[in-house]
Antibody, heavy 125, light 112 residues
Framework: QLQLQESGPGLVKPSETLSLTCTVS??????????WGWIRQPPGKGLEWIGS???????YYNPSLKSRVTISVDTSKNQFSLKLSSVTAADTAVYYC?????????????????WGQGTLVTVSS | QSVLTQPPSVSGAPGQRVTISCTGS?????????VHWYQQLPGTAPKLLIY???NRPSGVPDRFSGSKSGTSASLAITGLQAEDEADYYC????????????FGGGTKLTVL
């Protein structure tokens, strides 16, 4: 059973770049069955999809974050990563990594399962 | 302002039935994209509850059911239990935003 674990700094200064890594265990990140994604949740608020990546490197991002986001994959380490540049206090959130299920017909539209436990990143000087 | 609209809160007594609505538009639910539901217990990560509008993953009790019609979807919980107290989120795909996965704002379920 695939499991995911986020890691990275819990505190980032404004204007700097937030960097997080998700380690996949219980299976290969090179599996053709899945995409890999990042979702965030500001304290006390709802969920926001950040972006997704296939093991080949193809990506798709939330248009509202696209100019600041880079998601990459390292198949040798069975990891994928998130970089968010020029952060502000509004980027303070719990960041989750997740498997993105990209279904075949008759389903239409990705879903997320399972999720990592999440890691809180605070943007503050 | 979420693309998908959910009521902020619902409540019900143990044993009762509650429903949570998720209203979208012609560029997401109304375009035919599936709706998925997640349960987030306090202090934990979201967990997939319903996928493809009405399908339950293995291990999810049949007290939980989903449906979709037009530009809206609903999650129904029957035989309400104290352990169901959580936040619930709907999720779909929106074609008007250069292709983007979108969530509802979430609904807090309180078991009275």
């Amino acid at each position: 059973q695939l499991q995911l674990q986020e890691s990275g700094p819990g505190l980032v200064k404004p204007s700097e770049t937030l960097s997080l890594t998700c380690t996949v265990s219980g299976g290969s990140i090179s599996s053709s069955s899945y995409y890999w994604g990042w979702i965030r949740q500001p304290p006390g608020k709802g969920l926001e999809w950040i972006g997704s990546i296939y093991y080949s490197g193809s990506t798709y991002y939330n248009p509202s974050l696209k100019s600041r986001v880079t998601i990459s994959v390292d198949t040798s380490k069975n990891q994928f990563s998130l970089k968010l540049s020029s952060v502000t206090a509004a980027d303070t959130a719990v960041y989750y990594c997740t498997i993105v299920v990209v279904p075949a017909a008759p389903y239409w539209g990705d879903w997320f399962d399972p999720w990592g436990q999440g890691t809180l990143v605070t943007v503050s000087s | 302002q979420s693309v998908l609209t959910q009521p902020p809160s619902v409540s019900g007594a143990p044993g009762q039935r509650v429903t949570i609505s998720c209203t979208g538009s012609s560029s997401n639910i109304g375009a035919g994209y599936d709706v998925h539901w997640y349960q987030q217990l306090p202090g934990t990560a979201p967990k997939l509850l319903i996928y493809g509008n009405s399908n339950r993953p293995s291990g999810v009790p049949d007290r939980f059911s989903g449906s979709k019609s037009g530009t809206s979807a609903s999650l129904a919980i029957t035989g309400l239990q104290a352990e169901d107290e959580a936040d619930y989120y709907c999720q779909s795909y929106d074609s008007s935003l250069s292709g983007s996965c979108v969530f509802g704002g979430g609904t807090k379920l309180t078991v009275l």
